[in-house]
């Protein structure tokens, strides 16, 4: 019975971990940047779903597509004023931007909000359910059933909408889909906010599970990380496997060897799959 009480808790983080990774993945893809400001975004999203329920009881997991739009513009205009300038430059110099990017956000956090950290309490409890002896949190529930939706929602607008065709045009070949009249660094920039999106929509549903503090920003840009190579970059089916497999690594990681080893037995068995299968679960070309 406690292994299959671990097992549901780790199923039950499985969509919210694809939504915290799903911005990620997106970026990385598209724009070929390791976006190191992804996970102060995050914890961003969670402020808004924090104070928008202190001030109007609306659930974080109602407010969690509100949150994304409140930094859909924002970021939009981030890739179009600073990161179209080195877009196509080396690595380094895009690691750099969105690091000191990361940096002034995460002061900005720090300052403004201080770093306790802060929890969406709900009143009444959500409570737990019952799966024959098998105690299934609520919140949790609700969260990766609401993630999950959001990840398949963009797999749906990439698939079937110009827009999101555009997006993939661009990621496997920009100069062709530049010949065939897409507007490249504009589609660039659509991609980057619509990362900014996922980004703010997770941290609204995390916000009503896990505190939340500026300080943990590395800690959520270290999972999206971690779920996007298991998954296989470029693939969003991949990241919602990748994000159910590190639910359970981490649930079954915490029941043998503690929580504080847990993440670490994610990057161990990350460094592993990477030896055997460098594109990951279920990596291919070009983003879909």
Known sequence: MTYLQVLINGLALGGLYACIAAGFS?????LNIINLLHGSLIVLGAYLAYF?????GISP??????AGLALFL????IQRTILERVMGKPVLATL????GLNLFLDNAMLYGFKADFRKVI???????LDLGGVLLPLDRFYATVAGLALVLAVWALLRTTHFG????????????AALMGIEVPRTYALAFALGAFMAGAAGSLLSGIFPISPVASSLYLGKAFVICVLGGLGSLPGVIAG????????SFGTLALGPELALTVAFVLLILLLMFRPTGLLGRQGFQ
Not at 61 to 66: K, Q
Not at 165 to 176: F, G, H, K, P, S
């Open 165 to 176: 065709r555009a997006i993939v045009a661009v990621r496997m070949d920009r100069e062709a």
């Open 61 to 66: 997991f109602v407010f969690a597509p509100a």
């Open 52 to 56: 928008a329920h202190q001030a109007w």
């Open 122 to 128: 709900f009143d009444p409890p959500l409570g737990l």
């Open 26 to 30: 997106l970026v990385w893809g598209v």
């Open 74 to 77: 924002p970021a939009f205009l």
């Open 96 to 99: 750099i931007l969105t690091f």
């Open 243 to 250: 994000g159910f497999a590190l639910g359970l690594i981490e």
